[in-house]
């Protein structure tokens, strides 16, 4: 190389050398779907290197998404996505990627033993009742005979449901429902005096339902949620006993051996590391509750991805009496912004369901579903998702009464 001005003088000549840019390696990534209750996927890029820019196009355009980690985050299902790895002047774009829609949730179907025992179980229960259901194991057993022209065990069963009480191991002998003997199992009102075998009878006909998926439904450690809101933790002792600390698969079927062998005495409960009656009880009712009729199973996650908290306090009576003679829900505050607290009073006890509706008659949320006592202040703190960042409707039904109001969104 040499040099040389206008007055036409060039200087000695030198070496000079031109490296070549190095080559951006062609990116990959592979696409995770979303979940059944999700909108958005992920892609991850396989050979992240930090030294490059990362860029997420779709059919060519930037999406705007960022890269974390190697990771872009919400990305909506669909096809035409590359990745543009750049570096200085350089730059390589991946294979098309596809991030496949969300599947499907599975749909579980459980009643409580409330529904049971009131004129909608009436209705169920002959079809259910096609082949009897034993209880416990032989020399302390209760057995509920198939329903039939002759032998009336759905009503039988109807009439002496929910049951409550302490949970127990049964009585010596094989009680049949339909003889003398269920007395022992009675409480003056005509009920089920033993709380684990209600809920055991309950949780064995949810498992005849749809037919009998839920006696695979896995059990295991975590939040069981569902895509109306709902998250239960099942008791962790039962859990760990089930599984062997997580070592192996445990369904609902071994959750009803388990409860089968505590009632008919051929395990005993709290010793030997067998889970307590009332553990055993917890778990049982945590299932014949989260999917209470018919709920989308998301999966099980180690926190609830819900922000419901619920707590009761007890009114005194002055303050209870003439005040709350119906149903009513109070909102505070409303107009919201990013959190509404609900109130729920009621003069009664019962089962209560609160959803949330968009103008346009969507539901948004299931944010309370459950047990409220009698002159007991039931109080519900939501913080709203961005999907819920707008006018709002919203019911409660309890007992087959309906309330409703309307919730003012109110920009940040």
Not at 286 to 313: E, H, L, M, Q
């Amino acid at each position: 190389m040499v040099a040389k001005n206008g007055d036409g003088c060039t200087s000695g000549a030198a070496n000079a050398q031109v490296n070549e840019q190095p080559n951006v390696a062609k990116p990959t990534g592979t696409a995770t779907s979303p979940g059944c209750f999700q909108t958005s996927g992920s892609i991850t890029i396989t050979n992240f290197d930090a030294s490059l820019t990362y860029t997420l196009l779709r059919n060519g355009a930037s999406t705007g998404i960022s890269q974390v980690n190697g990771v872009f985050n919400n990305v909506p299902s669909g096809t035409g996505y590359t990745i543009r790895a750049t570096k200085g002047s350089c730059d390589n774009t991946s294979n098309p990627i596809t991030v496949n829609p969300a599947p499907a949730c599975t749909v579980l179907c459980t009643y409580t033993q409330g529904f049971y025992g009131n004129k909608n179980g009436l209705a169920m229960l002959p079809s259910l009742l096609t082949k009897p259901i034993t209880i416990g194991r032989t020399g302390r057993s209760f057995t509920i005979p198939a329903n039939t022209a002759m032998v009336k065990s759905a009503v039988k069963l109807n009439s002496i449901m929910p049951g409550g009480s302490t949970p127990a191991v049964l009585k010596v002998g094989n009680c049949n429902m339909m003889d003398a003997c269920l007395s022992q199992y009675l409480t003056n009102q005509g009920r089920i005096n033993n709380v684990l075998l209600s809920q055991t009878i309950t949780l064995t006909l949810n498992t005849r339902l749809k037919g009998g998926i839920l006696a695979s439904f896995p059990i295991k450690s975590g939040y069981i949620v569902t895509q109306s809101g709902g998250c239960k933790q099942l008791n962790s002792t039962v859990v760990n006993y089930l599984t062997a600390n997580g070592l192996k698969t445990a369904t609902v079927n071994d959750l009803l051996a388990l409860a089968n062998d505590v009632l008919g005495g051929t395990k005993i409960a709290g010793s030997g590391g067998v889970p307590s009656l009332s553990n055993i009880n917890a778990v049982i009712d945590a299932i014949n509750n989260i999917f209470d009729g018919c709920r989308d199973f998301v999966g099980y996650f180690p926190t609830c991805p819900y922000s419901t908290t619920v707590s009761a306090s007890v009114r005194g009576t002055e303050e209870l009496s003439g005040n709350i003679s119906a149903l009513k829900v109070s909102t505070y505050p409303n107009p919201f912004r990013d959190k509404v607290r609900f109130v729920i009073e009621s003069p009664v006890a019962g089962r209560a369901s609160l959803d949330l509706y968009n103008m346009l008659g969507q539901k948004v949320h299931t944010v309370f579903q459950g047990h409220v006592a009698a002159g007991v202040s039931q109080v519900v703190e939501y913080n709203v998702s961005l999907v819920g960042q707008s006018n709002l409707m919203y019911t409660l039904i309890m007992n087959g009464e309906r309330v409703t109001g309307k919730l003012l969104y109110v920009k940040q």
